[in-house]
């Protein structure tokens, strides 16, 4: 039997690119050797464009991407593969575009009546004053978050005009827009979704529990403490999760595979952002929640890369 061509790509010069390193050498771990020829390509911080030139050369079969944030998540990573021809496994152009973009994400899950945390967006390069009065009526506290960012870098709670002031300041030397949301105090959870060769499958909604304030980046990578366990949720709303997670899936055009995080405030369920190439580490969400379903590391890939040979054909 004659093995897939599978190139890893990592790296990239986003904010993400340790989480990205973490993510392709854990992939390469899991992944069936009697399957798949393995060719890890590491894309450099800098602007050199010669791993391209050796992408070209190799002709994979597929590429797995283990890249996180920028370019590597926006669509332009997979702009630049379907101009070369080559095949990869996840979301496609669109579906990148729009998934990376919380605010236009977020409108449009508004438009299709998914429950969203209230926001005022400013762009990156304008003052905050002219948005003080809009964002004062939300109440604090608020979260303010860069507009593209991942893995929670540049997140902040406030709870004053003072530390609203710093907050946005931090995400504009980020060179990002900045998202302001009312704040929602209340149970964090998420939930992934793969594509299969059958259907779409929702995997096991899971409680995340941290010291920190919120979930933040040092909690996802770094802290032990943290506690990522099967949600003890009510059934009733596990399945409303569930359905949500779905249906944000499919209208934000995802593909491959995905994962929903949202807060649970007493029966409401609001959806607070989708990651479109979210992080495959020892400490990541996605291979937790399929491990919860029975699935381990090894099989969750295979599915992944199966079912893209199969919309190949």
């Given at each position: 039997?004659?093995?897939?061509?599978?190139?890893?790509?990592?790296?990239?010069?986003?904010?993400?690119?340790?989480?990205?390193?973490?993510?392709?050498?854990?992939?390469?771990?899991?992944?069936?050797?009697?399957?798949?020829?393995?060719?890890p390509?590491?894309?450099?911080?800098?602007?050199?464009?010669?791993?391209?030139?050796?992408?070209?050369?190799?002709?994979?079969?597929?590429?797995?991407?283990?890249?996180?944030?920028?370019?590597?998540?926006?669509?332009?990573?997979?702009?630049?593969?379907?101009?070369l021809?080559?095949?990869?496994?996840?979301?496609?152009?669109?579906?990148?575009?729009?998934?990376?973009?919380?605010?236009?994400?977020?409108?449009?899950?508004?438009?299709?009546?998914?429950?969203?945390?209230e926001?005022?967006?400013?762009?990156?390069?304008?003052?905050?004053y002219p948005?003080?009065?809009?964002?004062?009526?939300?109440?604090?506290?608020?979260?303010?978050?860069?507009?593209?960012?991942?893995?929670?870098?540049?997140?902040s709670?406030?709870?004053t005009?003072?530390?609203?002031?710093?907050?946005?300041?931090?995400?504009?030397?980020?060179?990002?827009?900045?998202?302001?949301?009312?704040?929602?105090?209340?149970?964090?959870?998420?939930?992934?979704?793969?594509?299969?060769?059958?259907?779409?499958?929702?995997?096991?909604?899971?409680?995340?529990?941290?010291?920190?304030?919120?979930?933040?980046?040092?909690?996802?990578?770094?802290?032990?403490?943290?506690?990522?366990?099967?949600?003890?949720?009510?059934?009733?709303?596990?399945?409303?999760?569930?359905?949500?997670?779905?249906?944000?899936?499919?209208?934000?055009?995802?593909?491959?595979?995905?994962?929903?995080?949202?807060?649970v405030?007493?029966?409401?369920?609001?959806?607070?952002?989708?990651?479109?190439?979210?992080?495959?580490?020892?400490?990541?969400?996605?291979?937790?929640?399929?491990?919860?379903?029975g699935?381990?590391?090894?099989?969750?890939?295979?599915?992944?890369?199966?079912?893209?040979?199969?919309?190949?054909?």
């Amino acid at each position: 039997m004659k093995k897939i061509k599978l190139v890893v790509l990592m790296g990239g010069n986003s904010l993400e690119r340790a989480v990205s390193l973490q993510t392709g050498e854990e992939m390469m771990k899991h992944l069936n050797l009697q399957k798949y020829e393995i060719i890890p390509i590491t894309i450099p911080e800098n602007h050199n464009t010669d791993w391209i030139i050796t992408l070209i050369q190799i002709k994979p079969d597929l590429v797995l991407s283990a890249l996180h944030g920028g370019m590597g998540e926006d669509g332009s990573m997979q702009g630049l593969l379907e101009c070369l021809h080559i095949h990869y496994v996840g979301t496609k152009v669109l579906g990148s575009a729009v998934g990376m973009d919380k605010y236009l994400s977020k409108m449009l899950m508004k438009m299709h009546h998914i429950p969203v945390a209230e926001d005022v967006f400013i762009p990156w390069n304008e003052h905050l004053y002219p948005y003080e009065e809009k964002i004062i009526q939300l109440g604090f506290p608020l979260v303010v978050k860069p507009n593209k960012g991942g893995s929670s870098i540049g997140i902040s709670i406030v709870h004053t005009l003072q530390e609203l002031t710093t907050a946005v300041e931090v995400v504009q030397k980020l060179k990002d827009d900045i998202l302001v949301e009312k704040y929602i105090e209340g149970r964090e959870v998420t939930c992934g979704i793969i594509e299969t060769e059958d259907d779409l499958k929702v995997l096991t909604v899971l409680d995340i529990s941290t010291d920190k304030i919120f979930y933040d980046y040092a909690a996802k990578y770094e802290d032990e403490t943290t506690r990522i366990h099967l949600s003890t949720l009510p059934e009733f709303l596990q399945i409303m999760i569930r359905e949500l997670a779905k249906k944000v899936f499919q209208v934000l055009h995802c593909r491959g595979y995905g994962r929903v995080d949202l807060i649970v405030k007493e029966e409401q369920v609001i959806v607070m952002e989708i990651n479109t190439l979210p992080g495959m580490t020892s400490h990541s969400l996605i291979p937790k929640a399929a491990a919860g379903l029975g699935m381990d590391f090894s099989t969750l890939l295979d599915e992944l890369i199966q079912n893209e040979l199969k919309n190949m054909k």
